[in-house]
């Protein structure tokens, strides 16, 4: 089981060309000035988000990408989402979205799902009196480098 307590997340669009950030946003569920019972009025408040922190997420890539006003204005269509594996922020991203949107998986995500999965059977094959020391390093920085190619 996994509990979430963040307070806060951001979230940004990187330019394909210029890997410049070209949007940004945040979300937090807290204020310390409101936590010591300030008023909002009275200061800049940063609380706008009463939703779980696992909905952070899918909230910041739709308003992100597809209600972006400045995208909007300039006509611009987002094509890749790259993130991690969840779900749950593709289907928020493309129920907003007027055209399809691909999701792709980020590339550190990708290295350790696949790690992952190479430490597990490295596990085994030692517990089998197999396997090398190293070589799952080895396959994996093999792999990151396949990646970036």
Known sequence: ?????????????????????????????????????????DHDCRKDWTGSAKGMEPDTAAKLIAENEDFSRANVRVGVLVGDEDASTRVAVQQKSSHPIAKWIDRNHNIKRFSGEFYKEGKRERSRGKGRRGILRDVNVNFSVILDN
Not at 14 to 38: D, E, L, N, P
């Open 1 to 41: 089981m996994q509990i979430m307590l963040l307070s806060a997340g951001q979230g940004s669009v990187i330019g394909h060309q210029t890997k410049k950030i070209i949007a940004y946003s945040s979300r937090s569920s807290v204020c310390a000035k409101c936590a010591k019972g300030h008023d909002p009025k």
